[in-house]
């Protein structure tokens, strides 16, 4: 079945702490992942793609494929980090996205 | 870059009424969009897929006399909920996919708020 979990529903850090959310998937392919963001009372917005493998907004994930695992890193949240953020995955056969329950990042002054 | 327009962005009508959300793709064509709903503090679950010039594809447990789709254009797709109950209040949100970069991430509307009372 294809599944992609975040186990965390809140997670709260102090401005400048490292920053994980995590991210598991379940899929029987080659998976196409990425990491949305939705900052409050905004359109959700992609923040970044396994395929491009580039840094948005200081934010990096890596795709692991031993532990089907996508997390999202940043090395030193700020506060405009705030928002949900959603792991979803490419699948089915005309391409939709599975989504993430999501995780709510707040950042702390 | 390419933009969705969800509209109306919030409605609140009563119970028996039918709603009418609109979801346009303002600088692409697409040949294929995706309606999600949203609960409360819940994910997005994709209701179904719309197809330009073709029946709209239902997830399992959507009902597809509830929630009529019609992808009239390449750049409009519709999403009626019929005979609207309040247990069908949630946050509608719309994705569409450029019809000329079929690689590229799905692009979002703003969702509408719905409310039946």
């Known amino acids: 079945a294809q599944r992609v979990t975040q186990p965390e529903k809140l997670l709260s850090v102090f401005k400048g702490a490292p920053v994980e959310l995590k991210c598991n998937y379940s899929y029987s392919g080659s998976p196409e992942l990425f990491w949305y963001v939705q900052y409050s009372r905004q359109r959700l917005q992609l923040l970044l793609r396994?395929?491009s493998r580039e840094s948005i907004k200081g934010f990096t994930a890596d795709l692991n494929k031993g532990e089907t695992s996508f997390h999202l890193k940043k090395p030193f949240a700020q506060e405009e980090d705030s928002a949900m953020y959603y792991c979803a995955l490419r699948g089915g056969s005309q391409g939709n996205l599975i989504f993430g329950k999501g995780t709510k990042l707040s950042v702390k002054p | 870059g390419a933009v969705v327009s969800q509209h109306p962005s919030w409605v609140i009508c009563k119970s028996g009424t039918s709603v009418k959300i609109e979801c346009r793709s303002l600088d692409f064509q697409a040949t294929t969009m995706f309606w999600y709903r949203q609960f409360p503090k819940q994910s997005l679950m994709l209701m179904a897929t719309?197809?330009?010039?073709?029946?709209?594809?239902?997830e399992q447990g959507v009902e597809k006399d509830k929630f009529l789709i019609n992808h009239a254009s390449l750049t409009l797709s519709t999403l009626t909920v019929t005979s609207a109950h309040p247990e069908d209040s949630s946050f509608y949100i719309c994705s569409a996919r450029d019809r000329d970069r079929a690689g590229q991430p799905q692009h979002f509307g703003d969702g509408t708020r719905l409310s039946i009372l």
């Open positions: 719309s197809n330009e010039g073709s029946k709209a594809t239902y």
């Open positions: 396994h395929i």
